[in-house]
């Protein structure tokens, strides 16, 4: 399987900062790569796919960038409710893989 | 209102079966491919199995294949997920996932709340 590194694991962060998550691949997977948002009890949501599209309703302080084997998550000015732990997932190859996840908290 | 949303879970020993549903609704569900995806207990999210829109292609994580089985009744906008010979090490929330595309190729772009199996002695 292919295997996905997502850092930093854990990023603390004050409102109004910009962040940036990354996700390394072990293998070229050109653009077939998600971010979701994952909070306590609540049902993941797809924030970006095809690495950078903006999925519906998403807020315009999300983006994303890469191809093949590294991508990035940015987030441009940190709101509160953007606390919270992010996967990226690769849908190129079966089985689909999720990164180990980032967990925003504040400083 | 799209929305998908799973039920079925519970405590159950190890080696038992369990069958867990996913109802959608507000969208049409024979024209979208679907997953399952978990989440044990203070880890990650692992994906687990997708079936095609029709029903004709499906694939499993190594974890569980040969255990577990995907499957669809379009007729009732319904996925299952039959879980067999259950491990202590599948416990974690079950979540049922809409992919963009018909054939499960895509994003996941709708998930439900989760539903919660527990393998215990």
């Known amino acids: 399987a292919i295997w996905m590194t997502q850092s930093p694991s854990l990023l603390s962060a004050s409102t109004g900062d910009r962040v940036t998550i990354t996700c390394r691949l072990s293998e070229g997977i050109s653009n077939y790569l998600a971010w979701y948002q994952k909070k306590p009890g609540k049902a993941p949501e797809l924030l970006i796919y095809?690495?950078?599209t903006l999925q519906s309703g998403v807020p315009s302080r999300f983006s994303g960038s890469g191809s093949g084997t590294d991508f990035s998550l940015t987030i441009s000015r940190l709101q509160s409710e953007d606390f919270a732990t992010y996967y990226c997932q690769q849908y190129y190859f079966f089985p689909r893989t999720f990164g180990q996840g980032t967990k925003v908290e504040i400083k | 209102q799209v929305q998908v949303v799973e039920s079925g879970g519970g405590v159950v020993q190890p080696g038992r079966s369990l069958r867990l549903s996913c109802a959608a609704s507000?969208?049409?569900?024979?024209?979208?491919?679907m997953h399952w995806v978990r989440q044990a207990p203070g880890k990650g999210l692992e994906w687990v199995a997708v079936i095609s829109n029709d029903g004709s292609k499906n694939y499993y994580a190594d974890s569980v294949k040969g255990r577990f089985t995907i499957s669809r009744d379009n007729s009732k906008s319904t996925l299952y997920l039959q879980m067999n010979s259950l491990r202590v090490d599948d416990t974690a929330v079950y979540y049922c996932?809409?992919?963009?595309?018909?054939?499960?190729?895509?994003?996941?772009?709708?998930w439900g709340q989760g539903s919660m199996v527990t393998v215990s002695s």
């Open positions: 095809a690495a950078s």
């Open positions: 507000g969208f049409t569900f024979s024209s979208h491919g």
């Open positions: 996932a809409k992919d963009r595309s018909g054939l499960g190729i895509d994003a996941f772009d709708m």
